[in-house]
């Protein structure tokens, strides 16, 4: 009997040894416990190349791999930054710790709306109290890195110190330039994987990649503990009575600050921070204490020790003293201030001079500014123009600084010397008003009009080819004219077939080129298309060429300073006109015309003088004299005529091709 007791002893042991093995071990191929961190700041509201949010897509993509997560995982949910804008403590763990259910995560994901904070330390402490003491995952997926005044990456140090198989993922989707270093870095320290994806696609292939390592490397779970023995219940201290309370931030005299961010810390009498963040308006629930609380507007700061008693919905008031500055732009003192319109791309500085911290001015054209008490250089940089300013800021007091970019109003106008009329022909006149880099140079204005800075201005008017030196002055509040004599005179150009001949009034039979021979200013060649062009000349001696047709013909002539001459051409030639027609058929696409000399003989001469293909007629002018006109179409037919032309005629003639 004692042996077979002894038999069935040692059976009940290894039995009971075998079971303790399976139960530690019972779990030894399941993946690793995972939380995946979700980022629903505000910059995931912006849109991607298929029109979807960043948000949009990532829930997408998060819900799509949790349907091909390893069977028997776990997984917790976290997401930040949906609920509120610029608070610091907007974290919400939507999924508990638990079996993975993709349908579960896309309706907690659904109604998630990107406006906050990048909590992201903060985030990852929370997300590791949701892991075993023996290790799992973190997986994060920002597109940008920490906002919220903490070191993300000594988050991650600290806990993979304190967990060693705590491993930490991280994916950055769609980061701007540089941000990839403090997200990388998080990985680096958390164990992990860093991946910088900038599409959905790449998103999901990033994910399944964590996916396929946390499959790969499941936890062992350790060893229920034997349940210990019973001990006496400890006494349950009352909870602390909490109250929901408010606080304000209160300008020293000029009443609650409701048009800017205040930035809050409260602290209880341990030291310890129960609230960090921005609200313009602060509801907390609090139990009955003393706090320390400091709020900060703009470079404001105000602080109190507020008593909470037991009293519900009582608000605390935090006086920050303070005053206001209201700044406007104008171009000179006289005139009204700038609109929203004119003031665009306005840049506006802020110096302190005692001490003050450095605020950001928006680009408005008349920010109204909270800001700590002392004095302030005030700045404005707007299209080119500059404008400074001091300001004393007084607590509990408004106080309105009008910028003066100090502009005047100049019209620049040009006239012959000794002429009381202007030049008004605005294609012959282009100015240049100003020196260096800021000068500007107006074309196609016979009297530009100018709003410029108050001062003395080099002025520049280049006229029919000569420049003509002056200056204008410019006085703030003031309009004024700037006028520049021009020494010279006009040509009026005219040109005729014949002494009997009327003008020539068609641009095309008209090319002048006019050149200084010897001017009394520099000048440069002029060339006109125009039948009877009006030349304003600086004064000299002008050599003037005229191209009509086949014509060419040459004078001279001095220009005096105030002339007005006319200068009519005779050319000495005749137009002809020529035709040609098919003997038989319909007219080709292209008829080529060639001219030829006579001499004494008709004998034509070797070259043409004269050439042109045309689809329908021929018209030149050439000099009196004989002449043979010679005509081909691409049909391969040809004809040609003699013809003698006299002075001033206008001939037509007509070829038959055959």
Not at 113 to 142: C, D, E, F, W, Y
Not at 397 to 412: E, K, M, W
């Amino acid at each position: 009997m004692p042996a077979t007791r002894d038999a069935s002893m040692r059976s009940s042991l290894l039995a009971f040894l075998i079971m303790l093995a399976m139960g530690a071990f019972a779990r030894a191929d399941q993946p690793a416990p995972s939380v995946i961190i979700l980022d629903a700041s505000g910059s995931m509201a912006a849109r991607e190349p298929d029109g979807d949010t960043k948000l949009d897509a990532a829930r997408r993509v998060v819900t799509e791999t949790l349907a091909k997560w390893p069977a028997g995982g776990e997984l917790a949910l976290i997401a930040y930054g949906h609920r509120r804008k610029s608070d610091c403590a907007d974290i919400e763990t939507l999924v508990e710790m638990g079996p993975v259910s993709a349908s579960e995560v896309q309706q907690k994901l659904k109604p998630l709306r990107a406006r906050g904070k990048t909590p992201l330390s903060q985030s990852l402490s929370q997300a590791a109290k949701l892991l075993p003491a023996n290790g799992g995952s973190i997986i994060l997926v920002s597109d940008g890195i920490e906002t919220c005044n903490a070191d993300p990456c000594a988050v991650a140090s600290e806990l993979r110190k304190t967990n060693p198989s705590l491993i930490i993922h991280v994916v950055g989707f769609g980061l701007a330039k540089g941000e990839a270093t403090q997200l990388s870095c998080i990985a680096e320290n958390g164990g992990g994987k860093f991946f910088d994806v900038g599409s959905a696609s790449q998103l999901t292939q990033s994910l399944d990649t964590i996916k396929e390592e946390i499959a790969a490397a499941p936890v062992v779970s350790e060893p229920a503990p034997q349940p210990a023995p019973p001990t006496e219940p400890a006494p349950v201290p009352e909870p602390p009575h909490i109250v929901r309370v408010g606080l304000a931030a209160v300008a020293q005299g000029l009443g609650p600050i409701v048009d800017a961010p205040v930035r809050w810390e409260v602290k209880d009498d341990k030291h310890e921070t129960v609230f960090a963040g921005e609200s313009r308006a602060l509801s907390l629930d609090l139990a009955a204490g003393t706090y320390e609380v400091v709020a900060s507007a703009a470079n404001a700061q105000g602080k109190a020790s507020v008593i909470v008693t037991g009293e519900e919905g009582k608000t605390y008031e935090v006086e920050v003293p303070a005053g206001r500055l209201d700044l406007a732009l104008a171009a000179n003192k006289s005139a009204a201030p700038f609109g929203d319109l004119e003031a665009a791309g306005v840049q506006w500085t802020l110096e302190p001079d005692e001490g003050q911290g450095k605020v950001e001015i928006p680009s408005l054209a008349r920010p109204s500014l909270l800001l700590a008490p002392g004095r302030y250089k005030i700045g404005a940089k707007l299209k080119g123009l500059e404008a400074t300013a001091l300001a004393t800021v007084v607590p509990g007091a408004p106080a309105a600084v009008t910028l003066d970019f100090r502009l005047g109003t100049v019209v620049l106008e040009a006239a012959f010397d000794g002429e009381a009329e202007t030049l008004d022909d605005a294609a012959m006149l282009s100015w240049r008003i100003g020196e260096g880099d800021r000068a500007q140079t107006i074309s196609g204005q016979a009297r530009p009009r100018l709003v410029l800075p108050e001062g003395r201005y080099p002025v520049t008017l280049s006229i029919a080819g000569a420049d003509v030196p002056a200056s204008a002055e410019v006085s703030a509040a003031e309009e004024r004219v700037a006028r520049v004599v021009v020494g010279g005179g006009e040509l009026a150009l005219s040109a005729r077939l014949g002494p009997q001949a009327p003008p020539i009034d068609d641009w095309r039979d008209a090319f002048w080129t006019l050149e200084p021979a010897q001017a009394l200013s520099p000048a440069k060649t002029i060339e006109i298309q125009q039948a009877a062009p009006n030349a304003p000349l600086p004064p000299g001696r002008w050599h003037i060429g005229l191209k009509s047709g086949t014509v060419t013909v040459e004078k001279e002539v001095m220009v005096a300073p105030g002339s007005k001459t006319a200068l009519d051409f005779d050319l000495g030639g005749s137009r002809l006109t020529a035709s040609a027609t098919p003997a038989a058929g319909e007219r080709a696409a292209n008829t080529v015309y060639s001219v030829f000399a006579l001499d004494a003989t008709d004998t034509p001469a070797t070259d043409a003088i004269y050439e042109v293909g045309s689809s329908e007629d021929m018209s030149t002018i050439l000099p009196a004299g004989k002449w043979r006109v010679v005509a081909s179409d691409s049909d391969g037919r040809a004809g040609q005529a003699d013809i003698e032309l006299g002075i001033g005629e206008e001939r037509s003639l007509d070829l038959k091709l055959e």
